[in-house]
């Protein structure tokens, strides 16, 4: 037993005894359960199961034992919402996340796993064939934090075969320090290469963006990348279906042992989807989960409509390739259990246990996702990852249509992801699109898209 | 079925004294008459029909031949002889190309074989490969070349042509774990502070010895691809920490990503039903079902992964037993405690169990009569819908029949870990519930 979490006096010893496959097992039943009395409002039996999760779990041990924990501290997070006062009260020394730390965990998860780098080629290669004949090329970066990218694409760019267009990147983020940061990394780079270049940084959160402040001129080919970052303009949209709950419903939060009661007589099917932690009952107009029902979702569209007046040559998008954005708690658990295992396990397969580095990223970074995902609702929930079809729908309302990924770019990815030396990597293509997957399970979605009956 | 402004197409064009003169593709007769013909017209193969038989012809003549044979009166148009306007015809599709007059095809066979490829359904389908087409001559042609000329990639890929050919072997999978096995394995990665640009020959390397054969790689991509930094692949792909590019630099903290993960973790299956033996346990079925369960899963998993279980694994076991339950008296005891807060409240709340369960199963019943029980439902893990039903069946066949008087018995830990069923959370809430 590796359980290394400290423990006032273990009330459950024979929980110890349990060998590694058996833990794991109940692990696996004891969130869900536990998730379930969160959801259902039963308060005390989740108490009971996290007691025991808190046992067996641990960010030092196996696989399971290190999802487990920060499965369980969400939860543990979202009933402690149930009392805002305690909730904050709790968290009020808490330091955020300083910006050297996000840097780094930004550059070990770039470093240690091959997704960002193979979204990386996979875009370039597509801005690069886009950008064919351009003299002026224009790159919007709607997240830029990690330099890497228009490193390549510079160095990419500089070796065309009729010489170097005049670049322009623009690159907007919440944070100054971290824009500077790159504008100075590619300005250096540029300038090595000779290549005319100029960084505007915009500052500021993309879900207030005004493409105005892109300054995008007439005669310029614009290429616009999203990187992992598309999905948190669709947390805005819970607000209207807040407002709708009856003001009752809202504290409760389960204390209301009538009700818990009230609810065993109904069928399994309603338990499960029941949500009452926050008063949020999915009623039929929220986005629904099933895969291809036409999602409801004001902000994003009127943000890729936005996007679309630019009148841009390219635009690049990669995406976490998984449904965590259902409307209940069981369903977002039940997915993000099975797409961080793969994340998890794939560092378990890569990286040793004692690696700090490891730590960080599935603290920091995974943690932190899991947090947002199962903690959180409304406008606070940015982690709303979904299918790449999704997309696809959203991007073709908005009036884009799909630009096959070029054969020579999956090669370059190919060749990385061979490059790793671990059987789990895999990519695939779809429709012109590309999953890149750890084993079975495709993890991140890259797709290139134009604007539609321009030529 | 006929259009109004359609006009029957012009008989054979041997009949003409002269050839016809045909204009340059692309570019339609301006003073042709440009005709618009419907979908249906388009599709419709045979609008000709004999009153008799109902045997459909494509064109006027043949059914007029045809009705020879019927003693029905016949008649064959002839050739008139003035000039002819000639016809062209546009896409009834709007968003297409061929819908404006000035990119009309100057064909109806043409037009039509347009219409059935673009806006069409492929409803021919080649027999020796997948390809599908939507006009039989296509069709035809296709199945005459399918499979003569043929390139075959090691992985069973094959290609009809040769430069299709050869790119994909430079990209293919069995290709690369063939030279995989043969370099020697070293994963690193490349310290990326060092920001000078790496260029190995190791890589060019690559291009001749691993990708067997193909000398193209280096030297033909940068002509067949536009727009391709000129001496290879871009820098990024050589930053994998990859064996091929010979580089060895270490990333601090990270241990070589192949050693880790065997020797790590010291859990294999094959000890589990030992330990379970060594237990003392002397329930006949609990352990067979319990062996069965784990020589099942170690089959079954022979693809997944070596011996230590991922959590995805994990998962999948969960998933897998919640919808194969077979022995109900795992469920019946695990439950009692699942719910008790601490060991020392065990034996109070086993007391007060006893006594709840005879009003437990009453609403347990109700239960299974409303959701009427389906044994094989699949867990929650499986299809992420409400539960199973096969733990709660079990559960009341335990409190109603007690079927193996396990209850007075002290609860084993390894019961517990047989089951991770959403079934089983289902009813624990029931249980839980009406206990306050």
């Given at each position: 037993m590796m359980s290394?979490?400290?423990?006032?006096?273990?009330?459950?010893?024979w929980l110890k005894e349990l060998k590694s496959e058996e833990r794991g097992l109940y692990l696996i039943h004891?969130?869900?359960?536990?998730?379930?009395?969160?959801?259902?409002?039963?308060?005390?039996?989740?108490?009971?199961?996290?007691?025991?999760?808190?046992?067996l779990?641990?960010?030092?041990g196996d696989t399971m034992q290190?999802?487990?924990?920060?499965?369980?501290?969400?939860?543990?997070?979202?009933?402690?919402?149930?009392?805002?006062?305690?909730?904050?009260?709790?968290?009020?020394?808490?330091?955020?996340?300083?910006?050297?730390?996000?840097?780094?965990?930004?550059?070990?998860?770039?470093?240690?796993?091959?997704?960002?780098?193979?979204?990386?080629?996979?875009?370039?290669?597509?801005?690069?064939?886009?950008?064919?004949?351009?003299?002026?090329?224009?790159?919007?970066?709607?997240?830029?934090?990690?330099?890497?990218?228009?490193?390549?694409?510079?160095?990419?760019?500089?070796?065309?075969?009729?010489?170097?267009?005049?670049?322009?990147?623009?690159?907007?983020?919440?944070?100054?320090?971290?824009?500077?940061?790159?504008?100075?990394?590619?300005?250096?780079?540029?300038?090595?290469?000779?290549?005319?270049?100029?960084?505007?940084?915009?500052?500021?959160?993309?879900?207030?963006?005004?493409?105005?402040?892109?300054?995008?001129?007439?005669?310029?080919?614009?290429?616009?990348?999203?990187?992992?970052?598309?999905?948190?303009?669709?947390?805005?949209?819970?607000?209207?279906?807040?407002?709708?709950?009856?003001?009752?419903?809202?504290?409760?939060?389960?204390?209301?042992?009538?009700?818990?009661?009230?609810?065993?007589?109904?069928?399994?099917?309603?338990?499960?989807?029941?949500?009452?932690?926050?008063?949020?009952?999915?009623?039929?107009?929220?986005?629904?989960?099933?895969?291809?029902?036409?999602?409801?979702?004001?902000?994003?569209?009127?943000?890729?409509?936005?996007?679309?007046?630019?009148?841009?040559?390219?635009?690049?998008?990669?995406?976490?390739?998984?449904?965590?954005?259902?409307?209940?708690?069981?369903?977002?658990?039940?997915?993000?259990?099975?797409?961080?295992?793969?994340?998890?396990?794939?560092?378990?397969?890569?990286?040793?246990?004692?690696?700090?580095?490891?730590?960080?990223?599935?603290?920091?970074?995974?943690?932190?996702?899991?947090?947002?995902?199962?903690?959180?609702?409304?406008?606070?929930?940015?982690?709303?990852?979904?299918?790449?079809?999704?997309?696809?729908?959203?991007?073709?309302?908005?009036?884009?249509?799909?630009?096959?990924?070029?054969?020579?770019?999956?090669?370059?990815?190919?060749?990385?992801?061979?490059?790793?030396?671990?059987?789990?990597?895999?990519?695939?293509?779809?429709?012109?699109?590309?999953?890149?997957?750890?084993?079975?399970?495709?993890?991140?979605?890259?797709?290139?898209?134009?604007?539609?009956?321009?030529? | 079925?006929?259009?109004?402004?359609?006009?029957?197409?012009?008989?054979?064009?041997?009949?003409?004294?002269?050839?016809?003169?045909?204009?340059?593709?692309?570019?339609?007769?301006?003073?042709?008459?440009?005709?618009?013909?419907?979908?249906?017209?388009?599709?419709?193969?045979?609008?000709?029909?004999?009153?008799?038989?109902?045997?459909?012809?494509?064109?006027?003549?043949?059914?007029?031949?045809?009705?020879?044979?019927?003693?029905?009166?016949?008649?064959?148009?002839?050739?008139?002889?003035?000039?002819?306007?000639?016809?062209?015809?546009?896409?009834?599709?709007?968003?297409?190309?061929?819908?404006?007059?000035?990119?009309?095809?100057?064909?109806?066979?043409?037009?039509?074989?347009?219409?059935?490829?673009?806006?069409?359904?492929?409803?021919?389908?080649?027999?020796?490969?997948?390809?599908?087409?939507?006009?039989?001559?296509?069709?035809?042609?296709?199945?005459?070349?399918?499979?003569?000329?043929?390139?075959?990639?090691?992985?069973?890929?094959?290609?009809?042509?040769?430069?299709?050919?050869?790119?994909?072997?430079?990209?293919?999978?069995?290709?690369?774990?063939?030279?995989?096995?043969?370099?020697?394995?070293?994963?690193?990665?490349?310290?990326?502070?060092?920001?000078?640009?790496?260029?190995?020959?190791?890589?060019?390397?690559?291009?001749?010895?691993?990708?067997?054969?193909?000398?193209?790689?280096?030297?033909?991509?940068?002509?067949?691809?536009?727009?391709?930094?000129?001496?290879?692949?871009?820098?990024?792909?050589?930053?994998?920490?990859?064996?091929?590019?010979?580089?060895?630099?270490?990333?601090?903290?990270?241990?070589?990503?192949?050693?880790?993960?065997s020797?790590?973790n010291n859990l294999s299956l094959s000890q589990l039903p030992q330990g379970l033996k060594e237990e003392g346990r002397n329930e006949g079925n609990l352990m067979e079902s319990l062996s069965s369960l784990y020589s099942d899963n170690q089959n079954k998993q022979s693809?997944a992964n070596a011996s230590p279980m991922s959590a995805t694994a994990l998962l999948q076991k969960a998933a897998q037993m919640?919808?194969t339950?077979s022995n109900?008296?795992f469920?019946?005891?695990s439950?009692?405690?699942?719910?008790?807060?601490?060991?020392?409240?065990?034996?109070?709340?086993?007391?007060?169990?006893?006594?709840?369960?005879?009003?437990?199963?009453?609403?347990?019943?109700?239960?299974?009569?409303?959701?009427?029980?389906?044994?094989?439902?699949?867990?929650?893990?499986?299809?992420?819908?409400?539960?199973?039903?096969?733990?709660?069946?079990?559960?009341?066949?335990?409190?109603?029949?007690?079927?193996?008087?396990?209850?007075?018995?002290?609860?084993l830990p390894q019961e517990l870990a047989k089951y991770a069923?959403?079934?089983?959370?289902?009813?624990?809430?029931?249980?839980?519930?009406?206990?306050?």
């Amino acid at each position: 037993m590796m359980s290394l979490s400290p423990s006032l006096g273990s009330s459950y010893p024979w929980l110890k005894e349990l060998k590694s496959e058996e833990r794991g097992l109940y692990l696996i039943h004891l969130l869900l359960t536990c998730a379930n009395h969160v959801a259902t409002g039963s308060l005390e039996n989740a108490n009971i199961a996290l007691e025991q999760i808190s046992e067996l779990a641990s960010p030092d041990g196996d696989t399971m034992q290190r999802i487990a924990a920060y499965f369980t501290e969400a939860l543990a997070d979202r009933i402690l919402k149930t009392w805002p006062g305690l909730h904050k009260a709790i968290n009020s020394t808490r330091v955020v996340d300083l910006v050297s730390e996000q840097a780094l965990v930004r550059r070990l998860f770039f470093e240690v796993f091959p997704f960002l780098k193979a979204a990386f080629l996979l875009g370039n290669q597509a801005i690069i064939e886009a950008m064919e004949g351009e003299k002026v090329v224009h790159v919007i970066d709607l997240d830029a934090a990690e330099p890497m990218q228009w490193i390549a694409l510079i160095r990419g760019l500089s070796a065309r075969p009729e010489g170097p267009p005049h670049l322009r990147i623009t690159g907007i983020h919440v944070r100054k320090e971290v824009l500077d940061q790159m504008g100075h990394r590619l300005s250096e780079e540029a300038e090595k290469l000779d290549i005319p270049f100029q960084f505007n940084p915009v500052v500021g959160e993309l879900e207030d963006l005004d493409v105005e402040r892109l300054h995008v001129k007439t005669g310029e080919a614009v290429a616009i990348s999203s990187v992992l970052r598309l999905h948190s303009l669709l947390a805005s949209d819970d607000e209207p279906l807040r407002k709708k709950l009856p003001l009752a419903l809202k504290n409760s939060n389960g204390i209301h042992l009538q009700r818990a009661l009230q609810m065993s007589q109904n069928t399994l099917g309603e338990l499960l989807e029941k949500d009452t932690v926050n008063g949020y009952s999915p009623s039929p107009d929220s986005a629904s989960s099933s895969p291809l029902s036409s999602p409801v979702s004001p902000k994003v569209d009127t943000f890729l409509t936005a996007l679309r007046g630019l009148l841009p040559k390219l635009v690049v998008i990669t995406e976490q390739d998984s449904n965590h954005n259902g409307s209940t708690l069981m369903e977002r658990l039940l997915e993000s259990l099975h797409s961080y295992a793969a994340l998890f396990d794939c560092l378990e397969s890569t990286v040793s246990r004692a690696s700090s580095e490891r730590l960080k990223l599935e603290k920091m970074l995974f943690g932190n996702e899991i947090k947002n995902i199962i903690s959180c609702e409304g406008a606070e929930r940015k982690e709303r990852h979904e299918k790449l079809e999704k997309w696809i729908q959203r991007l073709d309302s908005a009036g884009f249509c799909n630009v096959p990924l070029s054969y020579y770019g999956m090669l370059q990815a190919k060749t990385l992801l061979q490059g790793y030396n671990c059987n789990g990597y895999k990519m695939k293509g779809e429709n012109g699109c590309v999953m890149i997957c750890w084993q079975d399970r495709p993890m991140f979605s890259v797709s290139a898209w134009r604007c539609r009956n321009s030529l | 079925i006929q259009d109004p402004s359609n006009a029957n197409p012009n008989p054979k064009p041997n009949a003409n004294p002269a050839k016809k003169k045909r204009n340059l593709p692309g570019t339609p007769d301006p003073d042709a008459e440009v005709i618009a013909l419907s979908p249906k017209t388009l599709m419709a193969t045979n609008r000709f029909i004999c009153e008799i038989c109902k045997k459909g012809f494509q064109r006027d003549q043949n059914l007029q031949l045809h009705r020879r044979g019927h003693n029905l009166p016949w008649k064959l148009r002839q050739r008139t002889n003035k000039e002819v306007r000639k016809k062209v015809y546009i896409c009834p599709e709007k968003t297409c190309v061929h819908h404006d007059p000035s990119r009309a095809l100057g064909d109806l066979t043409g037009i039509k074989k347009h219409f059935s490829r673009k806006h069409g359904e492929k409803k021919w389908k080649c027999e020796k490969c997948s390809k599908k087409y939507a006009v039989q001559s296509d069709w035809k042609a296709h199945s005459k070349t399918c499979g003569t000329r043929e390139y075959k990639c090691d992985c069973g890929t094959l290609f009809s042509r040769k430069d299709s050919f050869i790119t994909h072997r430079a990209f293919c999978d069995a290709l690369a774990e063939e030279s995989a096995r043969l370099t020697s394995v070293a994963a690193t990665s490349l310290n990326f502070r060092n920001d000078t640009v790496n260029l190995p020959h190791g890589f060019a390397g690559r291009g001749v010895q691993d990708v067997a054969g193909i000398p193209q790689f280096g030297s033909g991509f940068p002509q067949d691809f536009s727009g391709m930094p000129a001496p290879g692949l871009p820098e990024m792909v050589q930053m994998a920490p990859a064996n091929l590019f010979g580089s060895s630099s270490h990333f601090p903290g990270f241990e070589n990503g192949g050693a880790t993960s065997s020797n790590s973790n010291n859990l294999s299956l094959s000890q589990l039903p030992q330990g379970l033996k060594e237990e003392g346990r002397n329930e006949g079925n609990l352990m067979e079902s319990l062996s069965s369960l784990y020589s099942d899963n170690q089959n079954k998993q022979s693809k997944a992964n070596a011996s230590p279980m991922s959590a995805t694994a994990l998962l999948q076991k969960a998933a897998q037993m919640g919808s194969t339950r077979s022995n109900p008296s795992f469920f019946g005891n695990s439950f009692g405690v699942m719910s008790s807060s601490s060991s020392h409240t065990a034996p109070t709340f086993m007391a007060s169990s006893s006594a709840s369960m005879s009003a437990t199963s009453n609403k347990l019943d109700k239960l299974m009569l409303q959701t009427g029980g389906k044994p094989s439902e699949p867990s929650l893990l499986n299809m992420h819908h409400p539960g199973s039903n096969s733990f709660a069946q079990s559960l009341t066949r335990d409190f109603l029949g007690m079927s193996n008087d396990q209850s007075p018995r002290p609860f084993l830990p390894q019961e517990l870990a047989k089951y991770a069923a959403i079934g089983s959370t289902m009813g624990l809430s029931q249980f839980t519930s009406s206990n306050h």
